[in-house]
T-cell receptor, first 113, second 112 residues
């Protein structure tokens, strides 16, 4: 089954404790992206990747890191989480740029205390 | 001004009516336009995409794009209660393909 998976689905952590949210897709897609969704602010892009070892900032990259060492994986790293990073996070992938369908993962709900 | 703005909701229509959702964008370099549907507690899923001026139809859904006026709309004909969801407009910039901007979404309720 073609899918984007994220782990963990739910996470409660404390300020400053490094965490990683994993994202994996099994569709051999070149393009992957991370978004956060907050009430009243919609979906905002954090980082995206056009292919292995190619990443770029979205609209809200501060406080986040990403890496793309393999085509299928695109982890999101919060090295020192803060309460304002409490949010719902979505990973997405697509077969190319310029408008191909983005498939979203199930989401990761993060609470930073 | 937000880069992508959607008409404020919530929007409520009776079953069988036409629901009209609107979106405007500020970046004239934008080339790809998308409508996603998101049910409460679920992930967004693509309904339509459009690249060229004019209308694009898919079943009960019609996307309309007017680049000169910088707006894109989604019409849902014969609305069903199952169409009740939040609809997100997204724009992908032509000069930096891969970077996507979403609107805040419009919540649609279709009443039986």
């Amino acid at each position: 089954e073609a899918q984007v998976t994220q782990n963990p689905r739910y996470l409660i952590t404390v300020t400053g404790k490094k965490l990683t949210v994993t994202c994996s897709q099994n569709m051999n897609h070149e393009y992957m992206s991370w978004y956060r969704q907050d009430p009243g602010l919609g979906l905002r892009q954090i980082y995206y990747s056009m292919n292995v070892e190619v990443t770029d900032k979205g609209d809200v990259p501060e406080g986040y890191k990403v890496s793309r060492k393999e085509k299928r994986n695109f982890p999101l790293i919060l090295e020192s989480p803060s309460p304002n990073q409490t949010s719902l996070y979505f990973c997405a992938s697509s077969s190319g740029t310029g408008g191909k369908t983005q498939y979203f993962g199930p989401g990761t709900r993060l609470l930073v205390l | 001004q937000k880069e992508v703005e959607q008409n404020s909701g919530p929007l409520s229509v009776p079953e069988g009516a036409i629901a009209s959702l609107n979106c405007t964008y500020s970046d004239r370099g934008s080339q790809s336009f998308f409508w996603y549907r998101q049910y409460s507690g679920k992930s967004p899923e693509l309904i339509m995409f459009i690249y060229s001026n004019g209308d694009k139809e898919d079943g009960r859904f019609t996307a309309q794009l007017n680049k000169a006026s910088q707006y894109v709309s989604l019409l849902i004909r014969d609305s069903q209660p199952s169409d009740s969801a939040t609809y997100l407009c997204a724009v992908m910039r032509g000069t930096n393909a891969g970077k996507s901007t979403f609107g805040d979404g419009t919540t649609l309720t279709v009443k039986p």
